[in-house]
């Protein structure tokens, strides 16, 4: 006798129910489970819905599944991080993203990654990324969806979402290809990052219509702007990257720093931007864990003749260097200087520029740079086990539409990911 759990037999049955029941006489069609959003998220949770027998329709206004992981990491998807925990999260809740997270860990998504015989390698500070193309992630998790029957419809504009009333709480979903009808219904669209791309704000409003507050949306991991001399200062050292601590708030990452013709970026930077708010100044140490200061008056005590030039030079690039140095000090530049002659007040502006430089940015490049979206549905209204609304029996949401957002390195898509897998089990 067939194992009727076997996936052949879910199959065999899910072919059944498709073809006598998905399209009543009105003309809707019925499903168990509706996703919208055909990226990181939704694809998971279509794949593990599907894998418990469910009827599962993933709508997407795109022309194709999952851009976003197609552009990630450079062509190559940083695809989870060994080392992601539930604290190296930002969520006004941090704990909500617990269950999820240890429900679907780094090493199950690697496991699969594996299992699919995906060649990958780590990068740096447990960031695991495809030694080919992102597209093997993406060819992945469409395998996963159609060996559970999952249906992928895209260019699919979804213009209105209800919710019947009375016994038959099904949701209906109007897109300009007809109505959809559903119990669980799963909002996956991510969250505003990278219009230009298709991102919308839907799952906020879907949330809203459904009465869950939405925690407001800032762009995240994105680059500063800066105005006036500053600004000048970033363009003429454009292109040019140095290691640092980047601090804000209570957040403060060692990684590079980059100059851009509008400010500045680099891996430093867009870890802090998450962390910003308008009006605030950030703090870079130029020379992390080493004392500069210390080390020049050392070379003053020798009436060392060298200049102070080539002492920095020594330990940052030569540009840069040369562009602070040059800065006015009481008037007085003080490019080519000898040690011996620099006076305390040199002294301390070289101190804290190197090593405390405070600076304001005028903004930031927005969601058309941002990789993520910091805000999103608040975790107040969702259940952390499953993501399902608390308040509306089989509303789920998932995925960067909620306020949970991770560092660069992996996390996201972890987070993408963990609750998508729960709302699978549950959808
Ligand atoms: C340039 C870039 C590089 C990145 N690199 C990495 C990385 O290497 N590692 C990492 O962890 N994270 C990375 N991220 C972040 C990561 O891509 C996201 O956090 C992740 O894709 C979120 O998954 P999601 O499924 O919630 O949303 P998405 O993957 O954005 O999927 C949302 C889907 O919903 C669809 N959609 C949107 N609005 C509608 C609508 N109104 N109707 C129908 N469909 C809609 C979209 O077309 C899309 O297919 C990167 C982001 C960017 C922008």
Same mark, same amino acid.
């Given at each position: 006798?067939?194992?009727?759990?076997?996936?052949?037999?879910?199959?065999?049955?899910? =072919? @059944?129910?498709?073809?006598? %029941?998905?399209?009543?006489?009105?003309?809707?069609?019925?499903?168990?489970?509706?996703?919208?959003?055909?990226?990181?998220?939704?694809?998971?949770?279509?794949? #593990?819905?599907?894998? !418990?027998?469910?009827?599962?329709?993933?709508?997407?206004?795109?022309?194709? &599944?999952?851009?976003?992981?197609?552009?990630?990491?450079?062509?190559?998807?940083?695809?989870?991080?060994?080392?992601?925990?539930?604290?190296?999260?930002?969520?006004?809740?941090?704990?909500?993203?617990?269950?999820?997270?240890? *429900?679907?860990?780094?090493?199950?998504?690697?496991?699969?990654?594996?299992?699919?015989?995906?060649?990958?390698?780590?990068?740096?500070?447990? *960031?695991?990324?495809?030694?080919? %193309?992102?597209?093997?992630?993406?060819?992945?998790?469409?395998? #996963?969806?159609?060996?559970?029957?999952?249906?992928?419809?895209?260019?699919?504009?979804?213009?209105?979402?209800?919710?019947?009333?009375? *016994?038959?709480?099904?949701?209906?979903?109007?897109?300009?290809?007809?109505?959809?009808?559903?119990?669980?219904?799963?909002?996956?669209?991510?969250?505003? %990052?990278?219009?230009?791309?298709?991102?919308?704000?839907?799952?906020?409003? &879907? @949330?809203?219509?459904?009465?869950?507050?939405?925690?407001? =949306?800032?762009?995240?991991?994105?680059?500063?702007?800066?105005?006036?001399?500053?600004?000048?200062?970033?363009?003429?050292? @454009?292109?040019?990257?140095?290691?640092?601590?980047?601090? &804000?708030?209570?957040?403060?990452?060692?990684?590079?720093?980059?100059?851009?013709?509008?400010?500045?970026?680099?891996?430093?930077?867009? /870890?802090?931007?998450?962390?910003?708010?308008?009006?605030?100044?950030?703090?870079?140490?130029?020379?992390?864990?080493?004392?500069?200061?210390?080390?020049?008056?050392?070379?003053? =005590?020798?009436?060392?003749?060298?200049?102070?030039?080539?002492?920095?030079?020594?330990?940052?690039?030569?540009?840069?260097? !040369?562009?602070?140095? &040059?800065?006015?000090?009481?008037?007085?530049?003080?490019?080519?200087?000898?040690?011996?002659?620099?006076?305390?007040?040199?002294?301390?502006?070289?101190?804290?520029?190197?090593?405390?430089?405070?600076?304001?940015?005028?903004?930031?490049?927005?969601?058309?740079?941002? #990789?993520?979206?910091?805000?999103?549905?608040?975790?107040?209204?969702?259940? %952390?086990?499953?993501?399902?609304?608390? #308040?509306?029996?089989?509303?789920?949401?998932?995925?960067?539409?909620?306020?949970?957002?991770?560092?660069?390195?992996?996390?996201?898509? *972890?987070?993408?990911? =963990?609750?998508?897998?729960?709302?699978? /089990?549950?959808?």
């Amino acid at each position: 006798m067939s194992n009727p759990h076997s996936s052949a037999s879910v199959r065999r049955r899910r =072919a @059944a129910t498709t073809a006598s %029941s998905r399209v009543s006489r009105r003309g809707t069609e019925h499903y168990d489970v509706v996703i919208v959003g055909a990226g990181a998220a939704g694809l998971m949770c279509a794949a #593990e819905a599907g894998k !418990r027998g469910r009827r599962v329709v993933v709508l997407d206004h795109a022309d194709r &599944v999952a851009k976003k992981i197609l552009i990630s990491g450079g062509g190559r998807c940083n695809f989870t991080n060994w080392s992601a925990t539930p604290d190296d999260y930002q969520s006004q809740n941090r704990f909500f993203c617990i269950s999820a997270l240890t *429900q679907y860990t780094p090493h199950d998504f690697i496991d699969l990654v594996e299992k699919y015989r995906i060649p990958y390698h780590e990068k740096k500070l447990g *960031q695991l990324f495809c030694n080919g %193309s992102s597209q093997d992630i993406v060819q992945m998790l469409m395998s #996963e969806c159609e060996t559970a029957g999952v249906i992928v419809r895209l260019r699919c504009e979804v213009t209105a979402i209800n919710q019947n009333t009375g *016994q038959n709480k099904r949701f209906l979903i109007t897109t300009d290809q007809g109505t959809v009808a559903s119990t669980s219904l799963v909002m996956a669209t991510g969250g505003p %990052s990278i219009p230009q791309m298709g991102a919308t704000r839907f799952s906020h409003q &879907v @949330a809203e219509q459904f009465g869950l507050k939405v925690a407001p =949306a800032r762009p995240g991991l994105v680059p500063f702007t800066f105005k006036g001399s500053d600004l000048g200062f970033c363009q003429r050292l @454009a292109g040019l990257s140095i290691p640092c601590v980047a601090a &804000v708030n209570e957040a403060n990452f060692e990684e590079n720093l980059l100059f851009t013709h509008k400010g500045i970026s680099g891996p430093a930077i867009l /870890q802090v931007s998450s962390y910003w708010k308008h009006g605030q100044a950030i703090t870079l140490d130029l020379l992390p864990g080493f004392d500069i200061i210390a080390h020049l008056k050392e070379q003053q =005590a020798f009436k060392s003749k060298v200049e102070l030039t080539t002492i920095l030079s020594s330990f940052l690039p030569r540009n840069f260097v !040369r562009a602070i140095c &040059v800065m006015p000090m009481g008037g007085e530049p003080f490019n080519n200087q000898p040690i011996s002659r620099l006076q305390a007040n040199g002294m301390d502006y070289i101190g804290g520029r190197l090593k405390s430089w405070t600076i304001m940015p005028s903004g930031t490049e927005g969601y058309r740079k941002a #990789e993520v979206a910091v805000g999103g549905v608040d975790t107040v209204g969702l259940s %952390s086990k499953t993501m399902e609304a608390l #308040e509306v029996q089989g509303l789920f949401f998932i995925g960067e539409a909620v306020d949970v957002t991770g560092p660069l390195g992996g996390y996201n898509f *972890q987070w993408a990911w =963990a609750s998508g897998f729960c709302a699978g /089990q549950y959808a």
